[in-house]
């Protein structure tokens, strides 16, 4: 049975005061300076609330999780979505802005299988739906997808972009310009020139 409610819990923004809280300091000090304590202080609520919404702190780190994996799906369909959608899901997959804490669920992970096991759910889904809607496009284009199979095509794009994340997250940029220059000329024989900016990406 769930402890009773604290008197703050009526808040409407207490739950996702913990949620960003939780990001916030995984972001700016690693996930092992989560603690109920520090995510209330951080939330600015009582540290009740942690356990009344989600229990023990591996749900916690659950629940943040699922939050930015649904950012992530919701990045995804919209380029899939878009007018050119190989240029907006090469700008997607090299959007880096939640690779620092996609770092910190790995390394979380390590620890907590309930995590792991959650991540490894999350990425069976999403690159499923990466290689159905990427087999769709190919399709529509009369690529030869003997050829070109979708998941490799898929994964090809993916490798690259990670690659060379890490790689810049350290300083090296080296050949970069180069790579991105060749999977662009591709996209471009299929799509043509990007029409628009880079799509701005959901937060």
Known sequence: MPPKRPNDAGEPDARTALLDAVEQLMLREGYAAVTSRRVAAEAGVNPGLVYYYFGPMENLFVEVFRRSAARMLGRQ?????????????????????????????????????????????FSIQFRRLQFEGLSKILARYELDTEKWPPEAVMLFMDGIARFMGEEQTYGLDLGHAKAVAVVERLITEFEGKRRVGRRRVRR
Do not use: C, Y
């Open 77 to 121: 369909a919209d380029a899939l979505a878009s007018a050119q959608p190989l240029w907006a899901l090469w700008d997607a997959i090299r959007d880096q802005t939640n690779t620092a804490l996609v770092l910190e669920f790995l390394a979380l992970g390590n620890h907590h299988k309930v995590v792991m096991d959650e991540m490894m759910d």
